[in-house]
């Protein structure tokens, strides 16, 4: 394997971690912490908030950060590729799959996303709106994490292609 297949495999794994951590941890959040704390007094569950923000958001900064990192990387990769070999993706391939737009709102969904868990796990007073109504926010954080998630599938589905087993003919020429 050569070095850009294992950096790309490098960056693919790290980009998928840390949207897994991400995601995990709002849903989480979403339908376990927030449920159960609204069970208990405001104090407490202020208190026990504060805990929670204090060691979840570096792991929120970290994931945004790789996310960020990784997905730009991979991004700036895959484009050099395609423009590398016309031969194979075709002259237009990208223009004719629209693969700039999706990333782009890929991309603008993201960040509306990494507002919101950044607002979720801050102690800014100008954020404060988001965390009054936690279940709420998060909520449209998980939305929009769902958005990503299924524009990024369809990216890949194109380069890829789909999941098809090979022909009964295909398969027996191969033999």
């Avoid at 989480?28 to 159960?36: C, D, H, I, L």
């Avoid at 996310?67 to 590729?81: E, K, Q, T, Y």
């Avoid at 990208?94 to 737009?101: I, L, Q």
């Amino acid at each position: 394997m050569d070095t850009t297949a294992v950096v790309t495999l490098l960056l693919r794994w790290a980009h998928v971690l840390a949207a897994i951590a991400a995601f995990g941890g709002l849903l989480f959040a979403r339908f376990g912490v927030v449920p159960a704390l609204a069970e208990i007094d405001a104090s407490t569950r202020d208190r026990i908030h504060e805990a929670i923000r204090r060691r979840w958001l570096p792991w929120v900064i970290g994931a945004i950060t790789v996310l960020l990192v990784s997905g730009l990387a991979n991004f700036l990769i895959f484009n050099a590729r395609v423009k590398a070999d016309p031969a194979f993706w075709g002259a237009t391939w990208m223009r004719d799959t629209s693969y700039h737009a999706l990333f782009g709102a890929k991309f603008l969904v993201a960040m509306v996303m990494f507002y919101f868990a950044s607002a979720l796990v801050g102690r800014g007073a100008g954020t404060q709106w988001v965390r009054n109504d936690r279940a709420k926010w998060l909520t449209v954080t998980l939305a929009l994490g769902l958005v990503v998630v299924l524009i990024s599938g369809w990216m890949r589905q194109l380069h890829t292609g789909p999941n098809a087993a090979p022909s009964a003919a295909a398969a027996m020429t191969s033999n």
